[in-house]
């Protein structure tokens, strides 16, 4: 069976469709890869989503080392997807401990169906492609879902 690696971006959204979207596609784990996990939107910072994704019967782990540097998140707020991804892979994946990082992603997402989560609901806006394109080299599909 092949391995499958979810992503899903909060923009949007509400926690209970996220859920919603969640187990319909089977997802077990929420794997959190932003590097500041906090929110204005209600539910989705780190507490709340944790707590939320537990009375959900779902883990929650947040992946802060592959989250998006001060600078590549202004990237995208600047609508300029390719300064993101170039800050993301040269201060993230490409720098010390990028691909331990990585590695604990491929373990976590091995172990049981994983989603990537971010607030971006656009995946080509967002450093979750980086990430599916780096799982699909290791093996992975990737289904991005929306709520």
Do not use: Q
Request: net charge positive; with cysteine.
């Amino acid at each position: 069976m092949a391995k499958v690696l979810f992503t899903i971006g909060y923009e949007g959204a509400d926690p209970e469709r996220v859920v919603g979207a969640l187990r319909g596609a089977g997802v077990a784990t929420l794997a959190d890869v932003r590097a500041v996990a906090l929110s204005r939107k209600r539910g989705f910072s780190k507490g709340a989503l944790a707590a939320g994704m537990a009375g959900a019967g779902l883990a929650y782990a947040h992946l802060r080392a592959l989250g998006t540097p001060k600078a590549g998140r202004e990237a995208a707020r600047a609508d300029d997807a390719r300064l993101m991804r170039r800050i993301y892979c040269e201060e993230v994946l490409e720098a010390e401990g990028g691909a331990a990082a990585l590695n604990a992603l491929e373990d976590l997402a091995a172990g049981a169906p994983t989603c990537l989560l971010c607030f971006e609901r656009d995946p080509e806006r967002c450093h979750r492609r980086v990430l599916s394109e780096r799982m699909e080299a290791r093996g992975f599909a990737v289904v991005d879902l929306f709520a």
